[in-house]
């Protein structure tokens, strides 16, 4: 028996960045569309592709991956979750962090293979001013605007490790939540 097809999102690293490594979302939908997925959509043009699928995340994100460098001409890394893993994420998450004018909260996912225990001991945060957790597949920073300018999230931007994840901030990663829902 097939496995029925499930809410899937993808998340592409650094697309459409300064005038960089340009993805059109039409295009893009039509190239993840043609590997098999249904009801396939983009959310804001940072890459973010909703669709339906029964494969597993595993074997899906390398099809994905070469698909978009056959169409683009360029590696685009892709980290995939299903809709169970992005709500164990939220609910991992403070309902009251945001990204408002009061605070800033970033989830910056992790590929699999870095997602462990221990992962925020490599990360430098100074928690009097900035709480970072790891929550399941991303390690989540709150940190209020006006702390923002001493805070510690540009030493991890600069860090070997931001060059494995993508970020979304808070209000995207609910937005996309509810999107997998709809599907």
């Not at 994100?61 to 994420?89: H, M, N, S, T, W």
């Amino acid at each position: 028996m097939a496995r029925r097809p499930s809410p899937h999102l993808a998340l592409l690293r650094g697309i459409n960045v300064g005038g960089k490594n340009k993805v059109g979302m039409a295009t893009l939908r039509e190239v993840v569309g043609a590997l098999g997925c249904d009801d396939v959509r983009t959310y804001i043009n940072s890459g973010n592709v909703l669709f339906r699928d029964a494969r597993s995340s595993r074997t899906l994100a390398p099809k994905i991956e070469r698909a978009i460098e056959d169409e683009f001409g360029f590696p685009v890394a892709v980290q995939l979750r299903d809709l169970p893993a992005v709500r164990r994420l939220l609910e991992a998450i403070p309902d009251d962090w945001t990204n408002d004018s009061e605070q800033k909260t970033d989830v910056f996912f992790v590929p699999g293979e870095l997602d462990k225990p221990g992962l925020l001991d490599s990360i430098v945060h100074d928690p009097e001013i900035e709480t970072v957790l790891h929550a399941p597949g991303a390690v989540v920073w709150n940190i209020s605007r006006r702390n923002q300018a001493r805070g510690n999230a540009i030493r991890l931007v600069r860090s070997d490790l931001y060059q494995r994840m993508t970020i979304r901030n808070i209000n995207t990663v609910r937005k996309l939540r509810d999107l997998l829902e709809e599907l």
